[in-house]
C-alpha cells in the first residue's frame, strides 16, 4: 500500500495549482496566510482530482478554482472551531485565536467564506452556488446541533446526522461540484462514504487516545455504543465495526471503474481508514 505522500504526488500538479489559487486575493494578514500555508493533506481536493482522473475527465482551470474554494471553507471551519473549542494550537502551531484573539479569529474564518464564494460565483453555475451556499448552511445546522447537545448522549441516529452535516457533506460537496463542472452525471456516494468514515475514525481515535471531545460534552459513536462516557471495549469494537462498513460501502461505491493508478490511489485511501 502506497503511503499518503505518494498517493498526493500522483496528482502534484493539480495540487501545486490548488495552492496557488488559495492564495490569490489573500493578502490582508501574515497570520492567516502563514496559516493558509501550514501543512495540509488536502483530502478534499485529491479526493475529486483522483476520482476525475480515474474517470478520464478533464482538469481545468474551473475544477482548481472550484476545489480552492472548498480548501478555503473548510480552513474557515477550522478557525472557527478552535475559537468555538477555546483552543491554543493547531496544525503545531499556535491557533489564529490565540495570536489574534477571538473577535479577528472569527472575522478571518468569515473572510475565508467571502473570498471561497466569490471564487466558485466566477464559476457562473447557479446550480453550484446553490449546492454551495445549501452546504454551508448544513455544515453551520450540524455545528449549532452540536452545541446544544452538549453533555447529552444523542442517538445513533442523531450522531450520523450530526457527523454527515458537519464532515461528510464538504466531501460531497467537494466531487458533487467537480463532477457538475464535469457534466457527469456520476453519483457522490464515494464521498459520502469516505467523509463519514473519516470522521468516525477521528472520534474513535479520541476516545482510545485523547477524549478531548468527552472533556467538552461532545459525545461520539464509542459513548452511545458504551451506553455511558466510561467507554468499553464492547462500545470501541462496535464503533469500529461502523467505521468499517462505511470503508466497504466506498469501496464498493467505485467497483464499476476501471483499473488505474488513479482508481487504486482512491481505494488505498479509504482502506488506509479501517480499523482492524
Do not use: W
Amino acid at each position: 500500500m502506497k503511503n499518503y505522500s505518494e498517493i498526493l504526488n500522483i496528482a502534484k500538479k493539480e495540487i501545486n495549482l490548488l495552492k496557488k489559487e488559495m492564495f490569490e486575493g489573500i493578502s490582508v494578514n501574515d497570520k492567516i496566510s502563514n496559516f493558509l500555508n501550514s501543512p495540509s493533506k488536502h483530502i478534499r481536493p485529491l479526493l475529486s482530482f483522483l476520482y476525475l482522473k480515474a474517470l478520464g475527465l478533464n482538469i481545468d482551470d474551473a475544477q482548481i478554482v472550484y476545489q480552492s474554494a472548498i480548501e478555503l471553507v473548510h480552513n474557515a471551519s477550522l478557525i472557527h472551531d478552535d475559537v468555538i473549542d477555546e483552543s491554543d494550537t493547531r496544525r503545531g502551531k499556535n491557533s489564529l485565536n490565540k495570536d489574534l484573539g477571538n473577535k479577528l479569529a472569527v472575522i478571518s474564518g468569515d473572510f475565508l467564506l467571502s473570498k471561497a464564494l466569490e471564487k466558485v460565483i466566477s464559476i457562473n453555475s447557479i446550480e453550484l452556488i446553490d449546492l454551495f451556499c445549501q452546504t454551508l448552511k448544513n455544515m453551520t445546522m450540524g455545528e449549532i446541533n452540536q452545541y446544544h447537545s452538549v453533555f447529552k448522549i444523542p442517538s445513533l441516529e442523531d450522531y450520523l446526522s450530526k457527523t454527515e452535516q458537519k464532515t461528510a457533506d464538504l466531501f460531497v460537496l467537494s466531487l458533487k461540484g467537480s463532477l457538475k463542472i464535469a457534466k457527469s452525471e456520476e453519483n457522490c456516494d464515494f464521498a459520502k462514504n469516505f467523509g463519514m468514515a473519516f470522521q468516525i475514525r477521528d472520534d474513535l481515535i479520541n476516545a482510545k487516545t485523547l477524549k478531548t471531545d468527552f472533556e467538552c460534552g461532545i459525545y461520539t459513536a464509542p459513548v452511545i455504543f458504551s451506553g455511558g462516557v466510561e467507554i468499553s471495549q464492547n462500545g470501541l469494537e462496535k464503533t469500529r465495526d461502523l467505521l468499517n462498513n462505511y470503508v466497504e460501502k466506498a469501496e464498493k461505491s467505485i467497483e464499476f471503474m476501471k483499473e488505474s493508478v488513479y482508481k487504486e490511489a482512491l481505494l488505498n485511501l479509504v482502506r488506509g481508514l479501517r480499523d482492524e
